[in-house]
C-alpha cells in the first residue's frame, strides 16, 4: 500500500512538473519586460448626426472622396490623404489635387456615380451644392453632410473640424489649428469693432452685383469679425440681394468687400473694371483705399475649412492695417 502511495505521489509530481515546463516560455516571454500582444480588435464604429441623417463609419476610412472644398483644406492640413475630388474647379490653393494620383469625382454639382462606385471609397464628403445626390451616393459609401450654418459660422466650423478630426483620429492637432485660427479672430474683431467703421460686402458677377449681410455665406465679415453693416436689412439668400450701383453712392460704406465670382468660374477677373464706376468712386470706401477684393477661392468656393477660414480672416486683418 505503500508503495502504491508513493508511486501514485510520483507521478503527480511528475504531471505537475510537466504543466509548469510547458508554461515556462509563455511565462518567460511576458516577463521579458514586455505585455504579451493583445488580441486584434474589432473596428469601431461611429455615428454622426447631420442635417441629412445618420452617417455610420466603421474604423479608420482609407480610401475617402471628398466634395467639399472647405473639408478637403481641413484634411490637406491635418495631413489625411484623399482617394477623389470634383477636379474641374478645384481652388487654386488646393491644385494638387488636380494631379494624376487622385481620381476625378465629377463635378461639384453633379457627382459621376459610376466612378465613385468603382472606387470603392468608405467614406464620402459632401456639403450643400451635393445634398441633391446624398441618398444615392449613401448606396456606394457612408456619406456625410458637412455643410456650414452661415448663421453660426464659427460653431459651425470648429464642429465640422472636430468631427473630421475624429474620424481620422487627428483630434490634437485639429485643436491647435483651432486656437490658432480664433487666436486670429479675436484681434480681428477687436480692432475691427473699435474702428467703428461700416461695411458692405457684394458679388460681382458678369457685369452685377448683389449685396450679402449678416447672417449670409460672406456674412462673417459682420457676424464675427467685426464690422458694423452699412445696411441692417439686406435680405439673406444663397445668390445674395441684387443692388445697383446707386445703391451703393447710397449707402456709402467705409469698406467695400468685393468677392469676384467670375475669376473662379469664368476664369477671368472683370470686378475691378466692373466696381470702381464714377459712382463707386464717390464713396468713403475707394477715397480712403478700403476698397478690397478678396480671395473667391477662399470665399466662394471653399470656405469653412482650416486653411480657408485661415486665410479669410487674415485678409480681413490686412485691410484693417
Same mark, same amino acid.
Given at each position: 500500500?505503500?508503495?502504491?502511495?508513493?508511486l501514485l505521489l510520483t507521478l503527480i509530481i511528475a504531471v505537475i512538473a510537466s504543466a509548469c515546463g510547458a508554461a515556462a516560455p509563455e511565462n518567460n516571454a511576458a516577463g521579458s519586460g514586455s505585455p504579451a500582444p493583445e488580441a486584434a480588435k474589432a473596428p469601431v464604429e461611429q455615428s454622426f448626426k447631420h442635417e441629412l441623417g445618420e452617417t455610420k463609419i466603421k474604423g479608420? +476610412?482609407?480610401?475617402? #472622396?471628398?466634395? =467639399?472644398?472647405?473639408?478637403?483644406? @481641413?484634411l490637406d492640413r491635418l495631413g489625411v490623404e484623399? &482617394?477623389?475630388v470634383p477636379q474641374a474647379n478645384i481652388p487654386s490653393y488646393l491644385s494638387k489635387y488636380k494631379d494624376a494620383k487622385y481620381k476625378n469625382a465629377g463635378s461639384l454639382t453633379e457627382p459621376d456615380f459610376e466612378k465613385i462606385s468603382a472606387m470603392s471609397?468608405?467614406?464620402?464628403?459632401?456639403?450643400?451644392?451635393?445634398?441633391?445626390?446624398?441618398?444615392?451616393?449613401?448606396?456606394?459609401? +457612408?456619406?456625410?453632410? #458637412?455643410?456650414? =450654418?452661415?448663421?453660426?459660422?464659427? @460653431?459651425?466650423?470648429?464642429?465640422?473640424?472636430?468631427? &473630421?478630426?475624429?474620424?481620422?483620429?487627428?483630434?490634437?492637432?485639429?485643436?491647435?489649428?483651432l486656437a490658432k485660427v480664433n487666436a486670429t479672430v479675436k484681434a480681428v474683431k477687436e480692432k475691427a469693432s473699435a474702428s467703428g467703421k461700416q461695411a458692405l460686402?457684394?458679388?460681382?458677377?458678369?457685369?452685377?452685383?448683389?449685396a450679402y449681410g449678416a447672417g449670409s455665406r460672406f456674412g462673417l465679415i459682420h457676424d464675427v469679425l467685426g464690422f458694423t453693416p452699412v445696411d441692417k436689412s439686406i435680405e439673406v439668400t444663397t445668390h445674395g440681394q441684387s443692388i445697383s450701383f446707386e445703391y451703393i453712392a447710397e449707402k456709402n460704406p467705409d469698406y467695400l468687400f468685393v468677392v469676384d465670382r467670375d475669376a473662379v468660374v469664368g476664369?477671368?477677373?472683370?470686378?475691378?473694371?466692373?466696381?470702381?464706376?464714377?459712382?463707386?468712386?464717390?464713396?468713403?470706401?475707394f477715397k480712403d483705399g478700403h476698397i478690397v477684393y478678396l480671395d473667391p477661392n477662399f470665399w466662394y468656393l471653399s470656405g469653412g475649412g482650416?486653411?480657408?477660414?485661415?486665410?479669410?480672416?487674415k485678409e480681413v486683418e490686412a485691410s484693417l492695417k
Amino acid at each position: 500500500m505503500r508503495k502504491l502511495s508513493v508511486l501514485l505521489l510520483t507521478l503527480i509530481i511528475a504531471v505537475i512538473a510537466s504543466a509548469c515546463g510547458a508554461a515556462a516560455p509563455e511565462n518567460n516571454a511576458a516577463g521579458s519586460g514586455s505585455p504579451a500582444p493583445e488580441a486584434a480588435k474589432a473596428p469601431v464604429e461611429q455615428s454622426f448626426k447631420h442635417e441629412l441623417g445618420e452617417t455610420k463609419i466603421k474604423g479608420v +476610412p482609407s480610401k475617402v #472622396v471628398v466634395f =467639399d472644398f472647405g473639408a478637403l483644406d @481641413t484634411l490637406d492640413r491635418l495631413g489625411v490623404e484623399v &482617394l477623389g475630388v470634383p477636379q474641374a474647379n478645384i481652388p487654386s490653393y488646393l491644385s494638387k489635387y488636380k494631379d494624376a494620383k487622385y481620381k476625378n469625382a465629377g463635378s461639384l454639382t453633379e457627382p459621376d456615380f459610376e466612378k465613385i462606385s468603382a472606387m470603392s471609397p468608405d467614406l464620402i464628403i459632401i456639403s450643400g451644392r451635393q445634398s441633391k445626390a446624398y441618398e444615392e451616393l449613401s448606396k456606394i459609401a +457612408p456619406t456625410l453632410y #458637412v455643410a456650414l =450654418d452661415t448663421k453660426n459660422y464659427m @460653431t459651425s466650423f470648429e464642429n465640422n473640424t472636430k468631427t &473630421l478630426a475624429k474620424i481620422f483620429g487627428k483630434e490634437a492637432a485639429a485643436e491647435q489649428e483651432l486656437a490658432k485660427v480664433n487666436a486670429t479672430v479675436k484681434a480681428v474683431k477687436e480692432k475691427a469693432s473699435a474702428s467703428g467703421k461700416q461695411a458692405l460686402i457684394i458679388l460681382s458677377n458678369g457685369g452685377k452685383v448683389s449685396a450679402y449681410g449678416a447672417g449670409s455665406r460672406f456674412g462673417l465679415i459682420h457676424d464675427v469679425l467685426g464690422f458694423t453693416p452699412v445696411d441692417k436689412s439686406i435680405e439673406v439668400t444663397t445668390h445674395g440681394q441684387s443692388i445697383s450701383f446707386e445703391y451703393i453712392a447710397e449707402k456709402n460704406p467705409d469698406y467695400l468687400f468685393v468677392v469676384d465670382r467670375d475669376a473662379v468660374v469664368g476664369g477671368q477677373s472683370n470686378a475691378k473694371q466692373t466696381i470702381e464706376n464714377d459712382l463707386v468712386k464717390n464713396t468713403k470706401a475707394f477715397k480712403d483705399g478700403h476698397i478690397v477684393y478678396l480671395d473667391p477661392n477662399f470665399w466662394y468656393l471653399s470656405g469653412g475649412g482650416l486653411i480657408s477660414v485661415e486665410g479669410m480672416v487674415k485678409e480681413v486683418e490686412a485691410s484693417l492695417k
